[in-house]
Every structure is written in C-alpha cells, then in structure tokens.
C-alpha cells in the first residue's frame, strides 16, 4: 500500500507543481495591489439569493476579526438586490452600492474580493470575468457545467495573480483534515472502495408555492443576459429560480451534491478526475417539473490509486447517510450526510458481523478500546453530530488569510474545481447518454472509448 499512496501523491505533487508554476514570475506591477497584512477587505456579492445569504453568514463571523467590509451587491432581480443590501445594513451597518450588471460592479477600484452566488451554469464564466476584472474570488461550486467552461475558469485563473477559493467548504474544516491525514498515514492499508450515500425525503430544490416565482416579473431582471450563452427559450421564472431541477442549467445532484463528495475523495486521497464512469437513476419519486433525478447512482475508478468510488442519493428516503472508506487494514465510517463529522476507524481484524449496529456497537467497542472515535480539538473529545453547518467559518478564513499572504493556492483552490468539475460532468452525461464515459488525460477530455 505504502508504494501505491507514494507514487500517488508524488503524482499529483508533480501536476501541482506543474500547474501552479503558472503563477511564477509576478512582475513588480502584480505586487502593487497587494493587500497588506492589516488592511480592510472590501468584499461584494455577486449573486444575492439563498446561497448568497450563507456566504453573507460567512463574513459576519469574521467581519471583525478579519478586518472586513461589504461594500456592494449584484444581482440581475430588483428584489434580490435590494434585500442584499439591507441584509449588509442590518450585519454589517455597511451601505453597499447596488448593481444589476456586474461590469459596473467590479469597477468599483475600492472592491478587492467578490463572492459568486448565482446559477450552476453561471459560475464559471462570472469566475473568469471576476478574475479578469483583477479581484480575488471565492465561487461556489461546481465551478462549471461542461467542459469548455471549466478549462476556460481554469486557465483564465492559472494566468492571473488572483487568489480563488472554490466554495467546497468541508476541506477546511478540522475533522477532515484529520481524515486526510489518517489515510496518508497508511493506517488503513490499500483502499480499495470509497462510498458516500447522502439522502434526503423532499421534492428537493422545487417548491410549488415559491414566493419568489410568483413576485418575480420579466421586466424586474435581464432573462437574455441570465441564460448567458444557453439557447433562447421564452422566460421560465421556475427555471430562473429552481435552476438546479433544469438539465440546461444545471445536474442537478451530480452538480450540488456530489462535487461536494467528489471533491471530498480527491481531497481525502491526493487523486484528480475518475479514469471511467458509469451512471443511472431517474425521476421515481418527486414526478413533479423536474428534468433532472431525483434518484441517481454512479460508480467511478481511479486505476493508479486502484480504488472503486461509489455515490449515491435518494430524495425519497432519508436513511442510512453514511460514508465509508475502505483498506485492508481498517475502514473509516461516518454516520451522517454531506460533511458529517461523526468518524470512526475500525480495524478489520474486527471482523465486525453484516447487520452490525454500527452507532451502538461502535461506541462499545470505543470504550472496550476495540475502535477508535476520530476526534478534532472542537469536539473535545465527545462524539459530534452528523452535520456541520455549510457556512464554513474555517474555509472564508483560509481564503481571507489567502489572500493578505497573496497565497495563491488556498485548500480550494481553482485545480479542485477542475477536478469535481469534469468527474460531476462524467457522471451528468453518463446517465444522460447511457455509456461508460472515461478521461483521456493527454487530450484533456472525456471519451466514449478507453485509451489502448
């Protein structure tokens, strides 16, 4: 196993190293606006809906001891801006200007930072244009819908002095680093299979009484300047508002649930992008005016690292969130969704019985000195719960701290959303197209037939 986890990081070491070389060479002009290690940063929102409101959260725990200020809003609706900018009144005391159109936003030479809130299908060329206009980012995920997008984010970033954190929060968080740093460690021995199932009970993403649908009114936004590149169709406010239920606009689970869970495996195991993929699922419980599933599966490899992943989610049943990672010589188990971090470690020569109640049984054979209760100091030693809060206090710092030091690789950096991008673009075609679709990594592309 100690080869296999040795060749692997030395591998992603070197495309790192490769990658990032990019970023060399800064003339004396790129240090001019450096922002010094006391000096405010003015940050704004582009985007102002619901996730908008999380990043909001995010900057209110660290407004002060961070040295922060808001000082503008984007969004193309009249009512988002508008409860945007309030909301930064009420925070933050802070008047914001208001922009429908973000050019006018990031020309304000005072803004050093945006946050992008907006659709699926938006984050990536927004991403490019916030990077262009010479402003740090941080961008929710997935960075990008399909793969002209996601390259055109990448090098867009990889050619600029722009500090962008991705918005995959959980690989900031204490708790799984310690993950990470167990399975580098070898303890667990060869992984051979990763598996995350996050559930849920709910016509997720779609309600039928949506305040917002109802109050919004074409003339109120820009629908041409929304689809931003997408093909005409009449405006749809069900689409401008429950995009993520959409197949133009977004996966849907692919998109938002697993670049969370695939980004958590490249970053538990210093792997980039599954070599193949296979997918299926469907609309079986909510047949409501969703296009995309609400029920989906995909199995994916990684052959240098030889391990099988395996994610799923239900939106009709609730039970048995978990996620479990595999080796020879033990398992690490989380009871719990997206981000728990609720973590045991189990040897295998446990040998622990199918049926095995793993929350009851696991905690005796914690106090039997049977298990291990993976632990961070903010737990202090108790068992945590199975969720933490998407409004990740740690992951705005490192971007914050990221961006004084002008470190041009926080924990999310843009190669992680590369990487979730294309393996979440696999698995959405995959079960669109009904193929086993693989990675060619000369050509940077994915494929219908295996090299060789």
């Known amino acids: 196993m100690g080869s296999n986890m040795n060749s692997r990081r030395k591998f992603i070491a070197k495309t790192a190293i490769g990658t990032f070389g990019l970023y060399a060479g800064m003339s004396a002009k790129s240090y001019s606006n450096i922002i010094g290690a006391n000096d405010r940063i003015n940050i704004g929102f582009l985007g102002t809906g619901g996730r908008s409101r999380g990043h909001r959260r995010m900057v209110e725990m660290s407004y002060k001891e961070k040295n922060l200020r808001t000082v503008a809003v984007c969004d193309l609706w009249t009512k988002n801006r508008e409860k945007g900018a309030m909301d930064c009144k009420q925070k933050f005391e802070d008047d914001v200007k208001q922009f429908k159109y973000s050019e006018d936003m990031l020309n304000m030479k005072e803004l050093d930072a945006v946050m992008i809130a907006t659709g699926d299908h938006q984050h990536a060329k927004i991403l490019a244009e916030v990077v262009n206009a010479g402003k740090d980012c941080y961008c929710e995920k997935p960075m990008a819908q399909d793969i002209e997008d996601a390259k055109l984010a990448r090098d867009t970033v990889l050619s600029s002095k722009q500090v962008v954190q991705m918005g995959s929060q959980w690989i900031s968080e204490p708790i799984h680093i310690e993950i990470r740093d167990i399975i580098r460690s070898g303890k667990l ?9 996050w559930n849920d009970n709910n016509h997720r993403w779609h309600e039928p009484d949506d305040p917002d649908v109802a109050a919004i009114r074409e003339q109120d936004t820009d629908w041409k300047r929304w689809l931003l590149g997408k093909p005409d169709r009449p405006f749809d406010p069900w689409a401008y508002f429950e995009f993520r239920i959409f197949k133009d606009f977004s996966g849907g689970i692919t998109s938002q649930w697993m670049s969370h869970a695939i980004g958590l495996v490249h970053f ?14 469907g609309i079986f419980g909510w047949p409501d005016i969703r296009e995309n599933p609400d029920t989906f599966q995909a199995l994916a490899t990684y052959d240098d690292a030889k391990f099988l992943y395996s994610y799923s989610s239900s939106y009709a049943n609730k039970f048995g969130d978990q996620s479990v990672i595999r080796g020879k010589d033990g398992t690490l188990f989380s009871h719990g969704g997206e981000g728990s971090p609720r973590w045991f470690f189990i040897p295998e020569h446990l040998k622990l019985p199918g049926g095995f109640d793993f929350y009851e049984g696991l905690k005796k054979a914690v106090e039997k000195g049977e298990a291990e209760l993976i632990t961070v100091d903010e737990f202090k030693g108790k068992v945590p719960s199975t969720s933490l809060s998407d409004d990740s206090k740690p992951h705005l710092d490192n971007w914050i701290d990221s961006m004084r030091s002008r470190n041009l690789k926080p924990n999310g950096h843009v190669m992680t959303g590369y990487w979730h991008s294309i393996g979440t673009i696999m698995a959405t075609r995959a079960y669109r197209e009904g193929k086993k679709l693989y990675w060619d990594r000369k050509k940077d592309e994915i494929v219908t037939d295996k090299e060789g």
């Open 268 to 281: 538990y195991t210093d792997t980039a992008i599954p070599d193949s993929v296979v997918a299926n699922g």
């Open 189 to 197: 021995g060869q992984i051979t299979k990763i598996e995350h199932s």
